[in-house]
């Protein structure tokens, strides 16, 4: 459902984002057995959604001393979480997943702190209020790689609910300053720069459109079908018709939040 990740250093494997279940993490980890013999010896979630990080059961199964990384926010909240998460995994698979715990991450880590694991320096940014208030997004410095979580998600509307527009444009910019050449997102393929660009302006142009109709006296309702007009470029992207909606109600909320 999102994007692993698996990273080889001297010492073993690094693991972003092991997934949304039980299952989900047992499969990252016969992936990565057909690739290398070295145990798994940190893992790193990139925010809340369960997702993400439910896949941290199948890892800490298998090596119970794993170091497992994530925002302090994020860390915060997923005694809470991590029950819904699961039951909304099994919901969306007629209980598929069942068996899955939610197992926490146990080691915080901060924006710009890097840690060297295996002879490799993976660099932390957090920007703020994104796709949620705890994202992470992973640089594998000599790899010239980040890993975005959802702050970026190729060519699709996805799910705003915990975050922020110009928040997610921040968090973009942020990515895009890094000397990375190779860019994953939390859903969808993996590109350069213009993955991060195009997201950045699709979440840019459907803010300030928002606000211009906004100060105009529209209300989300009768500023759909202008809004959607100026998003032309991205009308294609999936879920897009499904989706914008919500998105233009959600940016509306924080637009008049903003106002005050």
């Known amino acids: 459902m999102n994007n692993p990740g698996i990273v080889l250093t001297k010492k073993g494997v690094v693991v972003i984002d092991p997934g949304s279940s039980l299952q989900s993490g047992e499969m990252v980890l016969k992936k990565v057995a057909t690739i290398t013999k070295d145990p798994v010896i940190a893992v790193f979630n990139t925010h809340i959604h369960g997702d993400h990080w439910l896949g941290n059961d199948a890892i800490f199964r298998a090596y119970p001393k794993v170091v497992i990384y994530a925002h302090p926010k994020m860390m915060a909240k997923t005694t809470e979480a991590g029950p819904f998460w699961v039951g909304f995994m099994n919901q969306l698979t007629d209980n598929a997943v069942r068996g899955t715990k939610p197992v926490p991450p146990n080691l915080g880590i901060e924006n710009d702190e890097t840690l060297t694991l295996g002879g490799l320096h993976f660099k932390a940014y957090h920007s703020g209020h994104a796709h949620t208030d705890g994202d992470l997004m992973v640089e594998v410095v000599e790899e010239k790689v980040i890993f975005l979580g959802d702050n970026v998600i190729d060519r699709a509307v996805r799910r705003m609910d915990d975050g922020s527009f110009?928040?997610?444009?921040?968090?973009?910019?942020?990515?895009?300053?890094?000397?990375?050449?190779?860019?994953?997102?939390?859903?969808?393929?993996?590109?350069?720069?213009?993955?991060?660009?195009?997201?950045?302006?699709?979440?840019?142009?459907?803010?300030?459109?928002?606000?211009?109709?906004?100060?105009?006296?529209?209300?989300?309702?009768?500023?759909?079908?202008?809004?959607?007009?100026?998003?032309?470029?991205?009308?294609?992207?999936?879920?897009?018709?499904?989706?914008?909606?919500?998105?233009?109600?959600?940016?509306?909320?924080?637009?008049?939040?903003?106002?005050?």
């Open 166 to 260: 110009p928040g997610s444009v921040k968090a973009c910019d942020l990515a895009l300053s890094t000397k990375a050449e190779h860019f994953v997102p939390g859903h969808g393929n993996t590109n350069g720069r213009a993955l991060v660009t195009s997201y950045r302006d699709f979440l840019n142009t459907l803010y300030q459109s928002v606000k211009k109709y906004q100060a105009k006296g529209l209300t989300d309702f009768e500023m759909k079908d202008k809004v959607v007009a100026d998003l032309k470029p991205y009308q294609q992207w999936l879920n897009f018709n499904s989706e914008i909606g919500k998105f233009i109600s959600l940016a509306y909320l924080e637009a008049e939040r903003e106002s005050f």
